[in-house]
């Protein structure tokens, strides 16, 4: 018998967040094993962050043992940082061994657009139908066809500007789309949510964008045999992953600003300890669009 968490035809915000809150509680209640092939500047924060949520991160990045260990984890993601010949190699047959094993998997187009190789890479791999793909608003321009990449990893774009590409990608893919910026935007390409929260001090340590994308593959994986909705997943990643950031920004009791050193270690504090009052407090999400009249659940 599957476990019921959750599900909202209507997608009330306030229930979409007690989603958030049941497969949080799911996550640190399983600890999903998590297989990132992720780039060299990020992975021991990528690590850290998924440790810290509840999951267990495994950094399986090399061929003949990716894919053996895909159809294993819970989770994939898959980052364009830094991609070696080796790494592409690795991603390629991950992707395909977690598309035979149903295991839900996460694109993150870095940088794609100004540079050949990543971009060509991301085009191939979208074709194995990622679960979720999590970017800024110009690796998504550049994914959906829309657009020439940003400045490396920095998007050029704003968030809005990449929703209509966003919606159209999810819907030529099958992948939940989730663009991050000030605010982050997540589609299925008919239902949208705006979650405003966050703190600008995520872009000022490294790995800030690119571990969301891990935890994002943990949601999915803690979502995995309930009747929690990919979407539904991926929307609670951002909202615990934004909250947190929040917690970590806010000065201490003597009122002194928060730097990016601090807020690097706060950030995985408040990601362990981030709970249900916190969500309920501090949620500014917003829904649009059509409810999804036969949303996919997670096998």
């Not at 909250?243 to 009791?253: D, F, H, K, M």
């Amino acid at each position: 018998m599957r476990d019921r968490l959750f599900i909202d035809p209507a997608r009330r915000s306030t229930e979409v967040t007690e989603t958030a809150i049941a497969v949080l509680h799911r996550l640190r209640s399983t600890g999903p094993l998590i297989h990132c092939i992720t780039n060299t500047v990020v992975k021991n924060f990528s690590a850290n962050a998924l440790l810290a949520v509840g999951a267990s991160p495994a950094m399986v990045d090399i061929p003949e043992e990716a894919g053996m260990f895909a159809g294993i984890a819970g989770g994939l993601l898959v980052n364009l940082g830094t991609p070696q010949a080796e790494q592409r190699d690795a991603a390629r047959e991950a992707v395909a061994a977690a598309s035979a094993a149903g295991t839900p998997w996460v694109l993150d187009p870095v940088a794609i657009g100004v540079l050949p190789v990543r971009t060509a890479l991301a085009h191939e791999l979208l074709a194995s139908r990622p679960t979720a793909i999590r970017g800024n608003a110009s690796e998504i321009l550049a994914l959906a066809g829309s657009g020439g990449g940003g400045r490396g990893v920095d998007a050029a774009d704003t968030t809005d500007a990449a929703a209509d590409a966003a919606r159209r990608l999810a819907l030529d893919s099958g992948a939940i789309v989730a663009v991050s910026g000030p605010v982050d935007l997540i589609t299925d390409g008919v239902q949208t949510a705006r979650v405003a929260n966050g703190d600008a001090l995520l872009t000022r340590v490294t790995g800030g964008g690119c571990s969301l994308g891990a935890v994002t593959a943990a949601f999915l994986a803690a979502a995995r045999g309930t009747e929690v909705s990919a979407f539904e997943a991926v929307v609670a990643a951002n909202l615990v992953y934004t909250v947190a950031a929040e917690l970590a920004a806010t000065p201490g009791a003597d009122g002194a600003p928060v730097g990016p050193g601090t807020f690097a270690v706060g950030f995985l504090d408040a990601l362990a300890v981030v709970d249900s009052a916190d969500l309920h407090d501090r949620a500014h999400l917003t829904l649009t669009g059509a409810a999804t009249p036969a949303e996919e659940v997670l096998a």
